[in-house]
């Protein structure tokens, strides 16, 4: 089984910020990898597919790279909404989630 | 617009069963291979089951192997678990995932609201 570690597991930063987190996978698993943001009390949210393709309608600020077992996501010009969880999730044999970054506002 | 709406969760005692069902619009339901993703109070997120587009297809995590059963019914666009012999570890909000592409081993994007089973006595 391929296992997925995330870090930081949680962070504060201030509007405007640049925030990066960062997901390894345990073995090569290509750029089969997403990004997912979930809020309090709701569904996850794709982000980013592919490693690096933003989703549609989701704002550039968000963005993602990487390949083969290290990957990283960044948001430029934190904003107030953008306060949630953060999930990578491999899906290169079966289906695997880190177990999620926390961010917080200053 | 893609929706996906789950029901069936409820309190249910240890070793009991319940049926999960996902009804799905907005796509074509017979192309996409679809999932079920599970997240217990306070905790991440745990893959549970994928079906192929078809219904051919099945895969499980270790952890629901041989008690859970994934099925579709593709004149309904309706997708169903089936749990059995439920623990209190399977206590969860469970979510409906759509794939995102034709084939099985895409990525996931859209899901469902969710539905909560909550195993207790």
């Known amino acids: 089984d391929i296992q997925m570690t995330q870090s930081p597991s949680s962070l504060s930063a201030s509007v405007g910020d640049r925030v990066t987190i960062t997901c390894q996978a345990s073995?090569?698993?290509?750029?089969?990898l997403s990004w997912f943001q979930q809020k309090p009390g709701k569904a996850p949210q794709l982000l980013i597919y592919?490693?690096?393709n933003l989703e549609t309608g989701v704002p550039s600020r968000f963005s993602g790279s990487g390949s083969g077992t290290h990957f990283t996501f960044t948001i430029t010009n934190l904003q107030p909404e953008d306060i949630a969880t953060y999930y990578c999730?491999?899906?290169?044999?079966?289906?695997?989630f880190g177990p999620g970054t926390r961010v917080d506002i200053k | 617009e893609v929706q996906l709406l789950e029901s069936g969760g409820d309190l249910v005692q240890p070793g009991g069963s319940r049926r999960l069902s996902c009804v799905a619009s907005?796509?074509?339901?017979?192309?996409?291979?679809m999932s079920w993703v599970r997240q217990a109070p306070g905790k991440g997120l745990e893959w549970v089951s994928l079906?192929?587009?078809?219904?051919?297809?099945?895969n499980y995590a270790d952890s629901v192997k041989g008690r859970f059963t994934i099925s579709r019914d593709n004149s309904k666009n309706t997708l169903y678990l089936q749990m059995n012999s439920l623990r209190g570890e399977d206590t969860a909000v469970y979510y409906c995932?759509?794939?995102?592409?034709?084939?099985?081993?895409?990525?996931?994007?859209?899901w469902g609201q969710g539905t909560l089973v909550t195993v207790s006595s």
């Open positions: 592919e490693a690096s």
């Open positions: 995932v759509k794939g995102g592409h034709s084939g099985s081993l895409t990525h996931f994007d859209y």
């Open positions: 073995q090569d698993i290509n750029d089969f």
């Open positions: 079906i192929s587009s078809s219904g051919g297809d099945t």
């Open positions: 907005g796509f074509t339901f017979t192309s996409y291979a």
């Open positions: 999730q491999q899906y290169d044999n079966l289906f695997t």
